[in-house]
């Protein structure tokens, strides 16, 4: 099983009027073929942009992907014209959008908006077009389906448009899809019927999956590979069960302490991680995390640049602490 995707170094910068906001500063991960791979972080670190930058839909002026390389099966995506890479969108990559009211156009139906990327890669005419989005609204549950496709999306429940959005993303059959967040608008018991069916189809498609999300729990549970960022690098990354067994990074081990666990005394508190993410136009020298880091002594950590370090096989950290082998986390 190869790699279906390879990041390298990828560095996307927003030109603004206060200064240069470092969204993602050089960047690597891959995804293997039929690969689920988690990026988890807090809101602005990174990851949202590093996606939308694999489909090239950074907005430029005041965004710009400066540097890098993005191979999906073997061919440079920031090398692509303007239309070739629109023949990879939604047909060989697609993605689920976060807020699917804002991403779903209000003036169109349903079934013109799931019709128009089938005619567009799969040049068929409107009407089997028509018929495939029917198909697919039954495909991930939606009732009624031959009298909802003309209904608009405000018509649907935040619940069924983001299974629209799931429609959407598997209507042409990629080979990798990129779900930001698929199940932050709805209530829990949703949630969980939405991954099982995101994780259902990319099983059947032997799909790959990029997860971007906060729930740790959800990573857990759907992911084989875990990537850690904060403050637009990559701080951590591994399989998923050895990172949530033996974590090699202070900001990995905030993230996890701060999750409820059923193995936990119920009167435990939950600890959070101290002070606000950096400002990625005045990001701090060394490690950034270093200003809400309780294991840090001021010595390495302030002036050390963040590089990753095989700490372990197949595990990677870029805590200076972890490289040298001391990990104090564990005594806490």
């Not at 972080?41 to 540097?67: D, F, H, M, N, Q």
């Not at 999906?72 to 047909?91: C, H, M, N, T, W």
């Not at 069916?197 to 990029?210: A, V, Y």
């Not at 001021?298 to 002036?303: L, N, R, W």
């Amino acid at each position: 099983m190869g790699n279906l995707l390879e990041v390298r170094d990828l560095t996307t910068h927003f030109f603004t009027q206060d200064g240069v906001v470092k969204a993602v500063n050089g960047i690597s991960y891959t995804v293997d073929e039929g690969e689920t791979v988690a990026l988890v972080g807090e809101s602005g670190c990174g990851k949202t942009v590093g996606a939308l930058s694999i489909l090239r839909l950074i907005p430029e002026p005041p965004g710009k992907i400066l540097s890098g390389e993005i191979l999906f099966q073997g061919k440079d995506l920031l090398k692509l014209s303007r239309q070739e890479i629109q023949q990879v969108r939604g047909a060989q990559i697609s993605m689920i959008f976060q807020e699917p009211l804002t991403s779903l156009n209000p003036v169109l139906t349903i079934g013109r908006q799931l019709s128009e990327a089938l005619q567009a890669h799969k040049k068929i005419d409107s009407q089997t077009a028509r018929d495939e989005a029917i198909k697919l609204l039954q495909m991930v549950g939606i009732p009624q389906a031959e009298r909802r496709v003309k209904d608009y999306p405000h018509h649907f429940s935040g619940g069924m448009r983001q299974r629209v959005m799931i429609a959407m993303a598997i209507s042409c059959r990629p080979k990798l899809i990129i779900a930001d967040e698929p199940t932050t608008a709805v209530d829990v018991t949703v949630q969980a019927q939405l991954l099982e069916m995101i994780r259902g189809f990319t099983q059947e498609l032997n799909t790959s999956l990029i997860l971007i999300t906060h729930n740790l729990g959800v990573v857990a549970r759907y992911a084989q590979r875990i990537y850690v960022m904060y403050a637009g690098r990559i701080v951590e990354y591994g399989p998923t069960a050895e990172v949530f067994h033996q974590p090699y990074h202070p900001y990995t081990v905030g993230l996890l302490k701060s999750v409820p666990r059923l193995d936990q005394p119920k009167r435990e508190r939950l600890q959070s991680i101290a002070g606000q993410p950096p400002d990625l136009i005045y990001a701090p020298e060394g490690c950034a995390f270093q200003p809400r880091c309780v294991y840090c002594d001021g010595g390495q950590c302030s002036i050390q640049e963040e590089k990753l370090i095989e700490i372990s096989p197949g595990h990677f950290s870029s805590c200076v602490l972890a490289k040298g082998g001391v990990l104090i986390w564990q005594k806490r």
